[in-house]
């Protein structure tokens, strides 16, 4: 009886120090909460309460940070122009505020009959669902156990190696104006504002690990609620908005069938531990990696992308109903919002611009001029800044992956495969009128363009990256799916059991390797041993924040992704993929100069290196010289695991 309730307590108060600890950033983090749900008052357009909070936990943080970056531009990323950025925010979020009062009370009161009458129970279960597991997924992402420091996913593992080193080239390396800390002589041509969101939580206080587990937290959890408010205006179904978000979270293929074979054979043990992901197998050509591993968890820029166009679509929406003198208003506020996003998501800019140019043509307006010009006059100029950093280059790849890598799938049985009942249901949605108001079936049919498109050309050096265009065609896809499972279980006696299997077929897949994705022992990896922690410290106190170091070309080498520290040449897997010219060259002289070739010292001077660093990955893997370091630099530390070398001469 007695160990229930310590095992509680114990509970409570390690929640209690967990917030002690990090006060500053959970009040930073409301606030911009707080913020952003004042500015969306000045669009003038009634909303829903639930709405109004759950798009402020997004246009919050999005507008601190660009706050952030741009005082920082001028003094540095310190305490005061984190504060400062945080200040304006909650100064043009009280404006709202004051503008929106009387908006406010009549929203409130709506609010509490609504849920008074339990309308709400979608988005109530709906985050019954995914709260918790979102918590428990980045509860896990970091933690230091024995010194080591251990990650609990892949996707933290492999894509925050590279959040990591760009937010703590902003935090620790004054990266501003930003250069890509893992080729300095290029511009970072990322979507980089959410990673300089999380670097603003490191003068409150936050460790860099912890700024990237808060900063995805806050728009993790945010997430399910904007997509259901959003999914009511663009389905037109409360039901339809939750159960889309579902069939989006947890969506997958047909890869469950394998389990199945797995439990058949071996028995339901099977389940305990499951051997392998039922979303990805690139032997079986499984390429639809779930949303939340593939997208949500990794990419972090998509969780500025995904939520900010569909409310900015939701807000173009409610816009177009009013016909009243708030229209202007309203369609200008989105506008600016939408110039706002290619620096945290270039593709989300993209899809909202092209997709209000065919709502524009559908219902001509003289308003959409408010909207389009402060877009293209604010968006365009970053646009330019990422596109001219590292090119895309498009070729044409019919049917994407289906003909590649030594399968012929071809595309009727490669999509089956991937995403299972997905595209004929959306076909479905589309096709049988009771499923969708018209308005809602003429306004998202262009949605189909960001399916054909990318299985006719591929826009990246890695094809596997024309998901980013793919995914803004599964998020609205998903809704309009979900609208279509909400009628069918109105539809008699038989309806509500094709729609209860159509949606067990859909998220099948994607729930096993969800559940997988909490399974610590499949999951945890160590990230960096004592010494490279000890190192990273060491760095970030002792070298110049503009030193260029030279080490393994690894993605989690200690210096670039824990120090903030830039490298003459990073991970050659993201040089590759993000366009970086000569990318093959860097890595190679990585590596020549670490072996102490003949033509060390002008590889020096070329990529201005002014410490190397001899580590486990770089006397293992890429065969560093020890000896020559000895006796060609100054070795300035060294820990058990560790030495580091100044090239004498430098900083």
Request: proline share 6%; with cysteine.
């Amino acid at each position: 009886m007695l160990a229930p309730v310590a095992g509680a307590a114990v509970v409570v108060v390690l929640g209690l120090l967990l917030v002690l600890a990090h006060l500053a950033v959970i009040v930073a983090l409301l606030a911009m909460v707080v913020a952003g749900a004042g500015l969306t008052f000045l669009s003038d357009l009634r909303l829903s309460l639930e709405e109004r909070m759950a798009y402020g936990a997004v246009v919050g943080p999005l507008v601190v940070a660009l706050a952030q970056c741009l005082l920082s531009l001028v003094g540095g990323l310190t305490l005061g122009t984190a504060l400062g950025g945080l200040g304006l925010a909650l100064a043009a979020g009280s404006a709202g505020w004051y503008r929106g009062r009387r908006l406010l009370s009549s929203e409130w009161v709506d609010a509490r009959e609504r849920w008074g009458r339990l309308e709400a129970w979608p988005l109530l279960l709906l985050l019954l669902v995914c709260w918790p597991y979102t918590i428990l997924l980045l509860a896990r992402a970091y933690q230091v156990v024995d010194g080591s420091l251990l990650v609990g996913n892949i996707g933290v593992y492999g894509d925050w190696a590279a959040h990591l080193t760009y937010a703590g080239s902003f935090a620790y390396g004054d990266n501003l104006p930003p250069r890509s800390p893992i080729a300095p002589d290029q511009r970072l041509a990322y979507p980089f504002l959410v990673d300089f969101l999380a670097a603003g939580l490191v003068p409150l206080g936050a460790s860099l690990t912890a700024s990237l587990v808060w900063s995805s937290g806050l728009l993790g959890l945010a997430f399910p609620a904007v997509m259901y408010t959003a999914g009511r205006r663009l389905v037109g179904s409360s039901l339809g908005g939750a159960l889309g978000t579902l069939v989006f979270l947890l969506s997958g293929g047909l890869g469950f069938v394998r389990v199945a074979g797995d439990v058949a054979h071996t028995g339901l043990g099977a389940l305990a531990h499951l051997s392998r992901l039922s979303t990805q197998d690139p032997e079986a050509n499984l390429q639809w990696l779930n949303p939340v591993l593939g997208w949500l968890l990794p990419q972090r820029s998509v969780l500025l992308g995904f939520p900010l166009a569909l409310l900015l679509l939701s807000l173009l929406w409610r816009a177009l109903e009013d016909r009243g003198p708030t229209a202007r208003q309203a369609f200008g506020f989105a506008g600016v919002l939408a110039g706002l996003l290619p620096l945290a998501h270039l593709h989300a800019y993209g899809t909202v611009l092209v997709l209000a140019a065919f709502w524009a043509v559908f219902e001509r307006r003289r308003e959409w001029l408010t909207f389009f010009v402060p877009a293209l006059l604010l968006g365009l100029p970053q646009v330019a800044w990422l596109a001219t950093g590292a090119g895309g280059q498009p070729r044409w790849q019919i049917w994407w992956l289906a003909d590649t890598g030594g399968h012929a799938d071809g595309p009727l049985w490669f999509w089956l495969k991937n995403l299972g009942l997905f595209v004929p249901l959306l076909l479905a949605a589309f096709l049988w009128r009771p499923a969708l108001p018209a308005q809602s079936r003429l306004r998202l049919a262009p949605i189909w363009l960001w399916f054909l498109i990318p299985n006719l050309l591929v826009f990246q050096p890695w094809d596997w990256d024309n998901t980013k265009f793919f995914a803004y065609w599964a998020l609205l896809g998903s809704l309009v799916i979900g609208a279509l499972l909400a009628r069918l279980l109105s539809r008699g006696r038989l309806g509500p059991v094709v729609a209860a299997v159509c949606f067990v077929l859909l998220v099948l897949s994607g729930g096993l390797d969800l559940a997988r994705s909490l399974d610590q022992p499949l999951n945890q990896a160590q990230f960096a041993d004592r010494g490279g922690l000890e190192t990273a410290a060491w760095v970030r106190t002792n070298t110049d924040r503009h030193a260029i170091f030279l080490v393994a070309p690894e993605h989690n080498e200690p210096v670039p992704a824990l120090a903030g520290r830039s490298v003459a040449a990073g991970y050659p897997g993201w040089l590759w993929s993000y366009g970086i010219p000569d990318w093959q060259r860097r890595a190679a002289d990585a590596d020549r100069m670490l072996r102490g070739d003949p033509e060390t010292p002008a590889l020096l001077r070329r990529y201005h290196v002014s410490y190397v660093v001899l580590g486990p990955q770089e006397l293992g893997g890429h065969q560093a010289n020890a000896a020559y370091w000895n006796s060609a630099a100054l070795r300035v530390y060294a820990n058990s695991t560790y030495t580091v070398y100044r090239i004498v001469g430098t900083g």
